[in-house]
């Protein structure tokens, strides 16, 4: 959901603290549910950098690394038309643990200047925190977001 300047989604997801913690800095397990490649440096100041579709690049660094509670990033894509520069804008991603097969996580995007980036990256991250959702537990993993049906989005349970 949009919320001010910010784009926030919370969900619980059915997996430890540690296993929700490992989908974003092993690139192996993050391209399972956001993009097709990725290079990771889960560091301060290390590199963040994934294809998301043929010819797509996301990119940035990461900021903050709390194993496995909090990671805080920075945003963008190589493609001048998406109108988000590489590292531009910040996804600041919080992981509290509800037992043992249960995680809240909570995501806030920020610095997505103008409405029509924060619409495009609302949409972006229900559909692939929903993906996210099916690679830990929940069924198949469609490749693409595209190809998520749409009766499988309301699994989000995010404040609204």
């Not at 537990?137 to 049906?149: F, H, I, Q, V």
């Amino acid at each position: 959901m949009i919320d001010g300047e910010s784009v926030v989604h919370e969900l619980v997801l059915p997996a430890s603290v540690e296993e929700v913690f490992a989908m974003f800095v092993d690139p192996a397990l993050l391209i399972t549910w956001i993009g097709i490649t990725a290079e990771l440096e889960p560091r301060p100041g290390g590199r963040f950098r994934f294809e998301v579709m043929p010819g797509q690049h996301c990119e940035g660094s990461f900021v903050t690394v709390e194993p496995p509670h909090r990671l805080v990033f920075t945003w963008g894509w190589t493609e001048p038309d998406m109108g988000v520069p590489p590292g531009s804008s910040t996804v600041d991603v919080t992981l509290s643990s509800l037992d043992r097969t249960q995680t809240r996580l909570r995501l806030v995007h920020t610095g997505l200047d103008g409405g029509a980036p924060r619409h495009l990256h609302d949409d972006g991250w229900n559909r692939f925190l929903s993906r996210l959702h099916a690679a830990l537990g929940d069924g198949p993993t469609p490749k693409y977001p595209s190809e998520l049906p749409a009766d499988r989005l309301p699994i989000l349970t995010r404040d609204e």
